[in-house]
């Protein structure tokens, strides 16, 4: 079975400073990972996804992540962040065979001006 | 991409009664899920809804407990019957579309008294 560990819950950032959200996941198999953003009083949206290919994936919202297959992480990064990035992020992975995902406990991020 | 919708996006419900939560999708979908998120907390799967088939329950989560219907390709239900203030929680539903994608909808926030 897999696991999404994110390393920090809160990361308070200052507006237009850049942020790294950091995920590590554990499975056996290969996977396919995410990264969602969950907005106040609303669902989730995809930010980016990893199947394979290039480990550096570019999503919305000029955000991106690398994969590091050595490392088992796959970490969200944005060079400069809005105040409109304050929210909820979400890592996941499902195996690459299966159609579970399981996400990781959250990141909340709080940009301040 | 795929829009969901969920009904209703709120309730508060007394104790030993049932709530259905009905979701809809704007596109044909085989898989849909349903999903758990307690306060401040992640998400959880609760089950798979395949149409033409019985969901598949997750560990801890029980059919009688919460009965999923999943009528057609564009549609679900998820009932959660003989409430307690446990179960107050934001109840998620999402569809897989596309590559590995989950869509989610909007939520349907639940309070037992």
């Known amino acids: 079975a897999q696991s999404v560990t994110q390393l920090d819950s809160q990361v308070p950032v200052f507006e237009e400073a850049p942020v790294e959200l950091r995920c590590n996941y554990s499975?056996?198999?290969?996977?396919?990972l995410f990264w969602y953003v969950q907005y106040p009083n609303q669902g989730l949206q995809l930010l980016l996804k990893?199947?394979?290919?290039?480990?550096l994936v570019k999503g919305i919202n000029g955000f991106e992540a690398e994969f590091n297959k050595s490392q088992t992480s796959f970490h969200l990064r944005k060079p400069s962040v809005h105040i409109s990035d304050t929210a909820e992020y979400f890592c996941?992975?499902?195996?690459?065979?299966?159609?579970?995902?399981?996400f990781g406990g959250g990141t909340r991020v709080l940009v301040k001006p | 991409s795929a829009v969901i919708s969920q009904k209703p996006s709120r309730d508060i419900c007394q104790r030993g009664t049932s709530l259905t939560i009905q979701c809809q999708v704007d596109?044909?979908?085989?898989?849909m899920f349903w999903y758990r998120q307690q306060p401040g907390q992640s998400l959880t799967l609760i089950a798979t809804?395949?149409?033409?088939?019985?969901?598949?329950?997750e560990s801890g989560f029980v059919i009688d407990k919460f009965p999923i219907s999943r009528p057609n390709l564009t549609f679900s239900t998820l009932t959660v019957s003989n409430m307690s203030p446990e179960d107050s929680s934001i109840y998620l539903c999402?569809?897989?579309?596309?590559?590995?994608?989950?869509?989610f909808g909007p939520g349907t926030r639940l309070t037992v008294t």
């Open positions: 499975s056996s198999v290969s996977v396919y």
């Open positions: 996941a992975v499902r195996e690459a065979a299966g159609n579970k995902l399981t």
């Open positions: 596109s044909q979908v085989t898989m």
């Open positions: 999402s569809a897989e579309v596309g590559s590995y994608e989950q869509y």
């Open positions: 809804a395949n149409q033409g088939s019985e969901a598949t329950y």
């Open positions: 990893y199947l394979s290919g290039s480990t």
